[in-house]
């Protein structure tokens, strides 16, 4: 008895949803509804599950009870969302999908919560990509603006200019750390930014996603 397909779901940079916040690594986890915690945390909730039936699975009136108000199936998400200012994602409680026989059907139960945490890999990519285009459109703005710096006065002139490098600055890094989660070597960033190597990585090396030691 059990369900035996993969129980960890990744969306890395190979596969073709991706929003190059690293891997999201999404997984079921068992909740105990009763007493109100998570069983074996990263543990598969069906092994958790299984745990619990033991030889009882035969006693119809205690498995409907046990499936019915005991345990949820939570998805979750091991994603490296806590860069941007979020935490470990958890979904919403599902209920345990039954077969024809009353028994519990893991493969249903599982693409259920696994639908879920591909909507929350959607969400995300949908929240970067809206952030990168309003840097972009606000980083354009400043540009357009250049245009109009000759007209003003020299003490308005110093301020526009310095918030602008402020705004270039946050999209620079934001950038930097894209690329680097795409894989870019910091020789290709270098030449991206028309300095070394060793200039780039001493520049952005403590928000290097990689680790301060990647080459």
Known sequence: MGYTEPHLWVDGPETSVNDWIGEHEGYGTLYDVA?????????????????FLGNREEDPEWLRDLLDNR??????????????????????KHGIIRDPEGGVDFAATEQ?????????VE????ALAERQAAAAKQQANYLVALDHFATLEPAERLSAVRKARTILDTVETETVIQERRRGRTWDEI??????????????FVKVDPMGAEAA
């Not at 969400?123 to 949908?126: D, E, G, H, L």
């Not at 270098?190 to 520049?203: P, V, W, Y």
């Open 71 to 92: 345990f949820r199936v939570v998805p979750r998400c091991k994603c490296t969302v806590a860069s941007y200012g979020g935490t470990e994602w958890t979904g919403s």
């Open 112 to 120: 259920d919560v696994l639908a879920a945490w591909r909507a929350h």
């Open 123 to 126: 969400s995300v990519r949908a």
């Open 190 to 203: 270098g030449a991206q930014l028309g300095t070394s190597k060793q200039a780039a990585r001493r520049r």
């Open 35 to 51: 007493n109100d915690r998570y069983l074996g945390n990263h543990v598969p909730w069906a092994e958790s599950l299984a745990v």
